[in-house]
Antibody, heavy 118, light 112 residues
Framework: QVQLQESGPGLVKPSETLSLTCTVS????????WSWIRQSAGKGLEWIGR???????NYNPSLKSRVTMSIDTSKNQFSLNLSSVTAADSAVYFC????????????WGQGTTVTVSS | DIVMTQSPDSLAVSLGERATINCKSS????????????LAWYQQKPGQPPKLLIY???TRESGVPDRFSGSGSGTDFTLTISSLQAEDVAVYYC????????FGGGTKVEIK
């Protein structure tokens, strides 16, 4: 059974870069679509972007200028970088899996809380 | 972006009674070439990630009790819990995956 685990700093200073990694266990990272979703009280569930095992990416237009995603198939990991963060980026960040583009999410990580504060 | 609007924001239902949650999309999520509605429902309990209940608007995920059902097409969808159980207390979200991913604002289901 595939499991996803987010890791990264829980506290990030304003204007700095938020960096998270998702480790995939119990299955291969290949042939799937991997996304980051965040959840905050103010904005609910928000899709940040997705990356395929090929390395191809799509980002939410509202965040596109600040988002970079990457994938390391040898480590079964994918990552999120969100630059120039503000308090509005404080949220629970989830990594998730879909079986392909334009398909539902079938696996969620437990989520990691990130707070932006000095 | 396709905007998903859920109603009501919350509802309280007696144990054993029916709960109905509505979801409306700002444009159709029906893909005519395969006649599939790109709409999913998720259940989220406190401190947990969302859990997939329904996809393609009406297909129940494996292991999901059959008291959960989804219906609708195009822009209007419904999640029904036919006989509410205590463990169904949660927030429910609809989500479209027709064009990237967007979620509804959630409906909180409580016991009356």
């Amino acid at each position: 059974q595939v499991q996803l685990q987010e890791s990264g700093p829980g506290l990030v200073k304003p204007s700095e870069t938020l960096s998270l990694t998702c480790t995939v266990s119990g299955g291969s990272i290949s042939s799937y679509c991997w996304s980051w979703i965040r959840q905050s009280a103010g904005k609910g569930l928000e899709w940040i972007g997705r990356i395929y095992s090929s390395g191809s990416t799509n980002y939410n237009p509202s965040l596109k200028s600040r988002v970079t995603m990457s994938i390391d198939t040898s480590k079964n990991q994918f990552s999120l970088n969100l630059s120039s963060v503000t308090a509005a980026d404080s949220a629970v960040y989830f990594c998730v899996r879909s079986k392909g583009a334009n398909l539902h999410i079938d696996v969620w990580g437990q989520g990691t809380t990130v707070t932006v504060s000095s | 972006d396709i905007v998903m609007t859920q109603s009501p924001d919350s509802l309280a239902v007696s144990l054993g009674e029916r709960a109905t949650i509505n979801c409306k999309s700002s444009q159709s999520v029906l893909y005519r070439s395969n006649n599939k509605n790109y709409l999913a429902w998720y259940q989220q309990k406190p401190g947990q990630p969302p859990k997939l209940l329904i996809y393609w608007a009406s297909t129940r995920e494996s292991g999901v009790p059959d008291r959960f059902s989804g219906s609708g097409s195009g822009t209007d969808f419904t999640l029904t819990i036919s006989s509410l159980q205590a463990e169904d207390v949660a927030v429910y979200y609809c989500q479209q995956y027709y064009a990237t991913l967007t979620f509804g604002g959630g409906t909180k289901v409580e016991i009356k």
